[in-house]
Every structure is written in structure tokens, then in C-alpha cells.
């Protein structure tokens, strides 16, 4: 039976057992035992000129269905199914990116048990379909994979300060094939982040984010993995609605010891997005990957251009040109439009 | 892993410290909009410190939950929002990062307003979002009825009581003063809106709906095609047809909107004002209490 077989079973499972719930018991009120629950789905079409090596064509880039809701007076659940195919010949496969429940009831802290994304910076905590680009950055791609989201646990602390100022320590079951999987599972991978928000005025906020992380690699050595990312936010809290602008960049440098390709490796990412209109983005991004370069890896870069409309908050088309310069004879010359959907009970994206 | 070992250090001493808490005097409210931390302030006076989310210049239908809100609601010891689902895509999430569980839905510190009034709008059919932004519960914009903000006004004072019963008493008082002061002014603002004969508006949103129904007024089409969905050019159209047909003299956008279809509508129908609208304290520099807020749309309908 293939994977996606199952999780039509499965889907169809839980939505009869929600359904004749609802139904079951005529009232509204007993509705309030059910989760909240959305689907999320990205539709692809991309061109390139390296075919051999990109999905051109159409493809569902990804589907993400979503449940969320309080288990008791003490915790609040969520899971995230993501659906999507390992390469364009492969089958479909369900892929836990998130399961985890936290805490509702503690002041000032909250922790968390399960399966998540770590708090590495602002965009490994995003869902795909909310990544400012159709794809990741260089240096994302290159040390990360798609997302760095693994079992353990973590505790968020808000300081009590006058601005937004958040401690994160997780420790995490390192199974991110690049990073750490190593075979010795009693070292679990610690992770450290900070944040700091401040608004510079009412319509402004610089938002800082810094991180370590360490653990253990499949090289038989230990990898340090640091991160750092800075936000600007504008927007008028006068005719907010039609104009904004976010500049955001982030840097990683991990030290992989023992990595054949290289130990030490870094790369930066720059974009900038301008709303123009109340529905339209124009975005542009740069990609650069070798600060410092790995063993003789060469340096690459990346520019991309991007623009965005969205009919309303729950559909959206976004078309992107990206031209890839990593060393190979040819550069990359790509294009990418993409459809993203949302139905049912979305929780509102962070900020 | 010294950095780990500072790191639960600073951790731990962060939760011995904010579970033993400093005990202030005031009790600090946050509110989802101005115009209710307008009411929390008059009923509370000096024994209330109260902030607003959002401004009155903003569409409260789409604020971005900063963390800085969070901040704000992790002091705070009541939440006080409108409801009817209008705070439902920023509210939440400050809520959880705020980590304050004495102000989390379903505790004295979380006040929903929206179950304590009669609301108009509600949906009588399946709601689907080919509609648009429908709100299941009905139309959420009552803080533009004076009549419902004096109900409002009575329910906050119960909850500021339940919180500080020291002042209880006072709070009770200074409500069912608002409340009365606000039923009087309504009569002559009935007085008023009647003497200049206005029965139809057109608006961008069905946000002075609740104003509208107080005061004998239809809003016989909106500029928006469907609630949340900016207008198509055959919706114009339509708009335009209905203005002429219906001889409509005022067209009110409210002021986080774009005026240029309304003006646009004005080109093709002679007679037709557009005036841009505060529809929350704040909304104008000059609109300071709800009194300013109701006085400033009775004076606009009456051609000023």
C-alpha cells in the first residue's frame, strides 16, 4: 500500500470521526472538542535551463494539513502533516514536520515536548508555504536541508523587559542528515537563541535574532552551527494597508569536523520585499554562499527576482527568475510560479 | 557548553522571578482597540492603567501581532476585545506569546465582548468564504452604537470589579454614568440625523452598520464587492447604478481605506459627497473619547 494511499485513509478517517461527531451530537457546543484544522497546498511549474538537474515542469510542491487545538487547561497541541514527493520521479510521502503539544499555564515560559522546528532563526520557524521565496536561500539549502525540525525539547523564556526580548534553549534528537545524525543517540544536540524586538517608532521594528548550536555528526565529529538574523519592518500605522516594507538578512557558519568536503563552511542571505498595492509584493534577494568557503567548494551566488499577488489571504501566485552562479560551466537561469492555498482553520502567521 | 549552562541558569532565575512577581496597584488592561480602552479608562480612572493594540487608524481587521503587543499583554492583568471573531488573526497569537495565563480565553482576565451583545448581520445561511470575509457571529463594529457601548461599559465594570473589588463600587458608577450620558446624546443625535432627512449611505465596509441601524439609516451597498475584497470595475458599475437610482448623497469611506473609487464614483454622479470617516477614537487627531467619535459622524451627515 503506498504512502499516499494510507494518508487518504487516514484523512478520510479523521473527518468521518470529526463529522459524525458534529453530527452526532446536534450542537454547536460539542463541536468545541474538535482541533482546528487546515490544508495548505503549493502547486508548482518551473523552468530551467539545467533540466538534469531541476523538477522542470508541474509538480505540488507541497500539501500541509494542520491540527491545532488545547488538550486541557495546561497544554495546547499541533501537528503538521507535510505531503510531498522525495524527488519528481519518487512517490508521495507523509512526513511529520511538526507533532508537539506546549505549555498554556506557566508565566513568562513555555515549554515544549515533541516535534518541531528549532528556533534557529525567523525562517526555519516558518512553514513552507509562509517562506518569503517560493525556495529556501543558498547557504538554507546547503546546511539545513528543508527545515532543521527535530524531536526534543524546548523552553521559550520572555523576559521581563520593557521590549520584546526571548530566550530559547531546546535540546534536540539530531537526526538532520547534514548537520548532525550521529549514530551515538545518548548526546542530544543543545541549541541556544536569543531575540530581541524593538520598535524604533510606531511603524517601525528592528527585530534581532542570534543563535549556537552543537552536537554530534555523522563524520564521527562534532558539528557548531551559529546563526543570526536582523529584520527591519516598515509599515505606515497611516494607509498601512496598501505600502510596507520588510528588509531582512540572515548569515549561518557551521563547523562540520570531520566532513570530507570541508570542515568549515558560510553564507549569507539578503532579501527585500516592498508592497505596492494591497494585494501585490515586489521581492529581491541575495544569495552568497562561501563566507568562509568550503574546502575547494566554489563560491556561489544567487539573485532572484520576485513578484506576488494574493486575491486574498487565503490564495496566492507568486512568479520568481532566479540566476544561479555556483561554478559549474553554465549558470542557472530559472523560473518558478507558484499557487498557494489555504483552506479552513489557518493559525495567524507570527510576525 | 558554558554558553548552555549560563543559558538555564539565566532561565531559572527568570521563573523564580516572575512567578514571585511585584504586586503593583493598578490594574493594567490592555484593549484590542482605543475606543474601548477609552471606556476602561473613564470607568477606571487613576485605579486603571490601560493601552490599546491597535490605533484608530488602523484596520482592525488586519493588525500584525508584534511581539511588542505581547509585551504589553504579559503585564497586563485583563484582556478586554470586542470579539465576534473581529480580532481573530492577530489576537491569538499575542495571547500565546504574551505567556500570561491569568489573561488566556475562558479566565477572569480575558473579557470578550461580542456574547454580551445583540449583534446584527448574523448569517442565517452556511457561511463560506466565496462571500468573502463573513463573520459567523455577526457583524463585529458595535463600538460604532453608543447604545451597545453603555452595555459594554456596565459588563467591563463588572469584570474591573471581579478583579479590584476594593473599587468596585466606583467602577459600577462611573459605567452606569457613561451609559446614561451616552443614551441622552444619543436622543439628540436621533434629533439631528432626522432634521437633515439622510436615509441611505454608501461605505466602503459594513462598518457603521451598528451606527446606521441606531439611527434609521440603510447602507444599501458597500464599495467593496465582498467584505475583505477590494472593488472589482463591475462592481463600481453596480455602485454607481445604485447611487443614481437611489438619489444617495454621502458616500462615507472609512479612513484606513483608499477614497479613490469613491471618487471615482463622484465624477459619474452628480451630488454625491465623499468624506473620509474616523470610525474609532484616534481615527482623526481630534477624536478623543467615543463622545468626539459619534459627534464628528452626526456632524458629517449633516453636511459639515
Given amino acids: 500500500m503506498s504512502n499516499i494511499f494510507r494518508l487518504l485513509i ?51 510542491q507541497e500539501a500541509e494539513l494542520q491540527f491545532f487545538s488545547d488538550v486541557d487547561p495546561y497544554f495546547r497541541a499541533n501537528a503538521l502533516l507535510s ?213 575547494n567548494n566554489p563560491i556561489q551566488r544567487k539573485e532572484s527576482a520576485l513578484i506576488g499577488f494574493f486575491p486574498s489571504e487565503f490564495s496566492g501566485f507568486r512568479l520568481q527568475y532566479d540566476h ?26 507570527s510576525y | 557548553m558554558n554558553l548552555f549552562k549560563l543559558s538555564f541558569l539565566i532561565l531559572g532565575l527568570s521563573v523564580v522571578l516572575s512567578f514571585a512577581g511585584v504586586a503593583e496597584a493598578k490594574l493594567n488592561v490592555v484593549t484590542t482597540i482605543p475606543d474601548l480602552a477609552v471606556v476602561v479608562s473613564e470607568i477606571g480612572g487613576d485605579n486603571v492603567s490601560v493601552q490599546s493594540i491597535s490605533k484608530g487608524t488602523q484596520d482592525p481587521h488586519f493588525i500584525e501581532a508584534k511581539p511588542s503587543y505581547m509585551v504589553k499583554v504579559s503585564h497586563s492583568d485583563l484582556v478586554v476585545s470586542l ?67 453603555g452595555v459594554v461599559a456596565v459588563k467591563i465594570a463588572e469584570r474591573l470589579g471581579e478583579l479590584d473589588p476594593e473599587h468596585a463600587a466606583s467602577y459600577a458608577d462611573q459605567a452606569q454614568k457613561l451609559k446614561l450620558r451616552l443614551e441622552e446624546k444619543a436622543k439628540s443625535w436621533q434629533a439631528r440625523i432626522n432634521k437633515t432627512g439622510m436615509k441611505e449611505i454608501i461605505t466602503y465596509h459594513k462598518t457603521l452598520n451598528y451606527f446606521f441601524d441606531r439611527f434609521g439609516i440603510e447602507n444599501p451597498i458597500n464599495l467593496e464587492s465582498k467584505p475583505g475584497i477590494p472593488p472589482t470595475a463591475q462592481h463600481i458599475l453596480e455602485v454607481i447604478k445604485v447611487a443614481k437610482e437611489q438619489k444617495i448623497k454621502l458616500i462615507m469611506v472609512e479612513n484606513f481605506f483608499d477614497t479613490s473609487f469613491a471618487e471615482r464614483i463622484t465624477r459619474e454622479v452628480p451630488g454625491l459627497r465623499v468624506v473620509i470617516i474616523p470610525v474609532e477614537v484616534g481615527g482623526d487627531p481630534s477624536i478623543k473619547t467615543l463622545d468626539d467619535l459619534y459627534e464628528k459622524i452626526v456632524s458629517v451627515i449633516e453636511g459639515e
Fill in chain 1, 10 to 60: 487516514f484523512i478520510i478517517t479523521f473527518i468521518f470521526l470529526i463529522g459524525s461527531n458534529a453530527i452526532a451530537g446536534l450542537n454547536a457546543n460539542t463541536k468545541y472538542a474538535n482541533p482546528d484544522m487546515s490544508l495548505n497546498f503549493l502547486t508548482l511549474y518551473q523552468n530551467s535551463n539545467r533540466n538534469s538537474q531541476t523538477s522542470n515542469g508541474f509538480s505540488l
Fill in chain 1, 324 to 349: 544561479l552562479d555556483d561554478g559549474q560551466p553554465v549558470a542557472e537561469n530559472k523560473i518558478s510560479l507558484q499557487m498557494n492555498i489555504t483552506i479552513g482553520a489557518h493559525p495567524a502567521h
Fill in chain 2, 83 to 149: 470579539g465576534l471573531e473581529l480580532e481573530i488573526g492577530w489576537l491569538p497569537p499575542i495571547l500565546q506569546g504574551a505567556r500570561n495565563p491569568k489573561v488566556m480565553p475562558g479566565t477572569k482576565g480575558y473579557l470578550e465582548l461580542g456574547p454580551y451583545i445583540d449583534p446584527i448581520e448574523v448569517p442565517k445561511e452556511k457561511v463560506t468564504r466565496a462571500e468573502g470575509d463573513v463573520h459567523p457571529f455577526g457583524n463585529p463594529h458595535f463600538n460604532l452604537d453608543p447604545i451597545r457601548m
Fill in chain 1, 83 to 295: 505531503i510531498s514527493q522525495a524527488s519528481p520521479t519518487s512517490e508521495f510521502g507523509v512526513d511529520p514536520e511538526e507533532i508537539f503539544v506546549e505549555t498554556t499555564d506557566i508565566p513568562n515560559v513555555t515549554f515544549k515536548i515533541g516535534k518541531f522546528k528549532a528556533a534557529l532563526d525567523r525562517k526555519n520557524l516558518m512553514h513552507t508555504h509562509a517562506l518569503p521565496f517560493i525556495d529556501a536561500s543558498l547557504i538554507d539549502q546547503q546546511l539545513v536541508g528543508d527545515s532543521l525540525n527535530e524531536v526534543g525539547l524546548s523552553a521559550t523564556l520572555l523576559f521581563p523587559a520593557s521590549w520584546f526580548s526571548e530566550l530559547t534553549i531546546q535540546a534536540l534528537q539530531g537526526q538532520n542528515e547534514i548537520l548532525f545524525n550521529s549514530p551515538n543517540r545518548n548526546v542530544p544536540v543543545m541549541l541556544v537563541h536569543v531575540r530581541n524586538l524593538w520598535d524604533l517608532s510606531d511603524d517601525l521594528t528592528l527585530d534581532w535574532g542570534v543563535t549556537g548550536s552543537g552536537g554530534n555528526n555523522s563524520y564521527g565529529g562534532s558539528t557548531q552551527l551559529y546563526a543570526s538574523d536582523l529584520t527591519f519592518k516598515w509599515r505606515s500605522q497611516i494607509g498601512g494597508k496598501y505600502k510596507s516594507l520588510i528588509w531582512s538578512s540572515e548569515y549561518l557558519y557551521a563547523n562540520l569536523q570531520g566532513d570530507p568536503a570541508g570542515e568549515k563552511v558560510g553564507g549569507l542571505s539578503s532579501w527585500i520585499q516592498y508592497q505596492f498595492a494591497e494585494r501585490w509584493w515586489i521581492q529581491g534577494r541575495f544569495d552568497y554562499v562561501g563566507l568562509p568557503q568550503q574546502g
